[in-house]
């Protein structure tokens, strides 16, 4: 059978086949891209995604969340930000006021909220962002390193929940994922968000890690273009559109054209040979885990040309024998996790149905062949703009509203 040029590119975009219930977006809804000015994918979800959405996590309004803060974003014009905006909204989080920051190119503009209005973006300033109670940052680790720690200092500081890698590996700042170590967070001002890859792993590795005890985790990863941000997001689309033309794809943000691609590289190459972003993996969760320093974690991360929602098989060693209907009963009924397992019925974790979901979809979920009685091997899909960092940061501000480490300061 032969597909239009076009056709082929909005399955590979969209992941579309005909077996399940999506309808790909129109071929001449592409084409009209072609023209347009670069699309904004960074809060696409195709309606068909939402169908399932049965996210677990409730929307908590217990008492200390009836307190209202002033909450700043810094990057909310970026992949991340601009998801903690729609977090914050979605989950009712109590926002008195809303404030975005943003570098000089986007200083002056605004961003409509449905909640609170629309909102001037401000150019960043320590002084002012120092007012709000809470700060969530996505932006880069160096800019991270520069203002984060000032943030917080003294009385009048603020509490920063921080989506970069610049101090997760710092002893005294908690990395934390809510549902894990989510006690971490009392009584801190400074909190790390982890790598996206991490986080979503961990959700389906920690229940089954209090169930059976792990010795080892070995995870590959294929990763979507919105990692690298919403210039990430529109290298791939611009680079297919090209690729569908003729035209040569050029790349600046991967190392190699992505379109019709996968590249075995994420982040820059260590002295032992793994990638960076496969060193996060093991090291963040060492940490979020209370696992050994030299716990075994192995991970590969390839980027592959996805739009959005990481996709990882993980193998794990256990030290009790393994039951998989119990893990799949504990799967199921664990907060944040959707279980997605009925392959007669082509039903497993895909990105294209993880897109969108507060849950991370797991699957396929079997007995190793390696470690037989003692290994489970299992595939996870989640969106890692969500679990992977928006969602996580605000479940983190929650969870410190809750333990009294996040106040609403008295206003003048
Ligand atoms: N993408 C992911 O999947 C993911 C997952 C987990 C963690 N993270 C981390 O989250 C952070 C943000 O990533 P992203 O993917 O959202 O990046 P992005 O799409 O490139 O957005 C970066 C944001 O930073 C802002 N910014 C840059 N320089 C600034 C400055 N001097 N002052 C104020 N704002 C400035 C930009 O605002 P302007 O438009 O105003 O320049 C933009 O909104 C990074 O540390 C990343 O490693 C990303």
Known sequence: MKFSASAVATAFLFGATSSFAFTPIANSSLQSRKNASVVNYSSFTHPSTYQNNNNKIPIRTPPALQMSYTVGIVGATGAVGKEIKDCLENRNFPVAQLRIFGSARSAGTTVQTEKYGSVTVELFDRAAARECDVVFLAVSGDFALEHAKALVEGDDGCVVIDNSSAFRYEKDIPLVVPEINGAETKKCKLIANPNC????????????????????????????????????????????????????????????????????????????????????????????????????????????????????????????????????????????????????????????????????????????????????????????????????????????????????????
Request: aromatic share 6%; glycine share 8%; with cysteine.
């Open 197 to 412: 890859t991490t986080a979503i792993g961990l959700m389906a590795i920690w229940p089954l890690h209090q169930l059976y005890g792990l010795k080892k985790i070995i995870m590959s990863t294929y990763q979507a273009s919105s990692g690298a941000g919403q210039e990430g997001m529109d290298e791939l689309q611009q680079g297919t559109q090209k690729w569908l033309q003729g035209d040569k794809v050029e790349n600046k943000i991967f190392a190699h054209p992505l379109p019709f691609n996968v590249i075995p590289q994420i982040d820059k190459f260590m002295d032992n040979g793994y990638t960076k972003e496969e060193m996060k993996v093991a090291w963040e969760s060492r940490k979020i885990c209370s696992l050994p320093d030299d716990f075994p974690v192995s991970c590969s991360a390839v980027r592959i040309p996805t739009i959005r929602a990481h996709s990882e098989v993980i193998i794990v060693e256990t030290e009790k024998p393994v039951n998989v209907e119990e893990a799949r009963r504990v799967l199921a009924d664990s907060p944040g996790v959707k279980l997605v397992d009925d392959p007669a019925q082509l039903q497993y974790p895909m990105p294209l149905t993880a897109t969108g979901q507060y849950d991370i979809e797991v699957g396929r979920i079997r007995k190793s062949l390696i470690f037989g009685d003692h290994g489970l091997e299992f595939f996870v899909c989640g969106d890692q703009l969500l679990r992977g960092a928006a969602l996580n940061a605000v479940l983190v501000a929650e969870e410190m509203a809750n333990n009294g480490s996040l106040k609403a300061k008295a206003k003048a």
